[in-house]
């Protein structure tokens, strides 16, 4: 079945540090990719999306591409901030339902 | 345009004992999910509502979960009766579209059985 696969935490930073989470995927078909963020006492956001190969889909600063030869849609900011310290989670979309990897807890500190 | 509205948002009960969540969706979202997350792994899909209708409940996990969407507005879910592995966050989420990437989600409902 359809699963992903994201790098495991937590991850500590200093503020203006460069941040990458890696995620792979395992699908049929052309599924949609997403990364979704949970702030502290908050739900689930929508960070970014692409929904087919070599699209990139950024928000806030992050940025991932959809790389359908490598399954993957690793995410990346340049310069993180205090305020971006979340759970994050890669996700894949397909037939109205949604796959989830374990989510990574990212702290920065100031 | 209000969220999607879940409560409570922390319950602890007991095992044995009877628990029920329940998700405002979006006004007009004919879409509504349910997921949820264990023990701090990957969240997973349990259903999906169109309307009052189940469109798909192959996420649910044994039978004493119960989903229930009456009219098409609001939906609850019941765990009856509760074991400890139930325990984890309860994630609603609701789309006028049934495409992922137009879903809203809830803050979510910490189930802790104890």
């Known amino acids: 079945g359809d699963s992903v696969t994201q790098m495991e935490g937590p991850v500590t930073l200093s503020e203006e540090a460069f941040l990458t989470i890696n995620c792979t995927y395992t699908?049929?078909?052309?599924?949609?990719l997403f990364w979704y963020v949970q702030y502290p006492g908050e739900g689930l956001q929508l960070l970014l999306k692409?929904?087919?190969?070599?699209d990139k889909g950024s928000n806030k600063g992050f940025e991932a591409t959809y790389r359908k030869e490598t399954t993957s849609f690793h995410l990346e900011k340049g310069s993180v901030q205090v305020s971006d310290s979340a759970v994050y989670f890669c996700a894949l979309g397909k037939k109205d339902k949604l796959s989830f990897g374990a989510g990574t807890t990212v702290t920065v500190r100031a | 345009e209000a969220g999607v509205t879940q409560f409570p948002s922390h319950s602890v009960i007991e095992k044995g004992q009877t628990v029920t969540l329940r998700c405002d969706p979006i006004?007009?979202?004919?879409?509504l999910y349910w997921y949820r997350r264990v023990m701090g792994k990957e969240i997973k899909f349990l259903l999906h509502?169109?309307?009052?209708?189940?469109?798909?409940e192959s996420g649910m996990p044994n039978n004493r979960f119960l989903a229930e969407r009456t009219g098409g507005t609001y939906s609850t879910l019941k765990v009856q009766p509760a074991e400890l592995e139930d325990s984890g966050v309860y994630f609603c989420?609701?789309?006028?579209?049934?495409?992922?990437?137009?879903?809203?989600f809830g803050s979510g409902t910490r189930l802790t059985v104890v």
């Open positions: 989420a609701s789309s006028q579209s049934p495409r992922g990437t137009h879903y809203t």
């Open positions: 692409a929904t087919k190969a070599d």
């Open positions: 006004s007009g979202h004919d879409n």
């Open positions: 509502f169109v309307k009052e209708s189940k469109q798909d």
């Open positions: 699908a049929t078909g052309y599924p949609s």
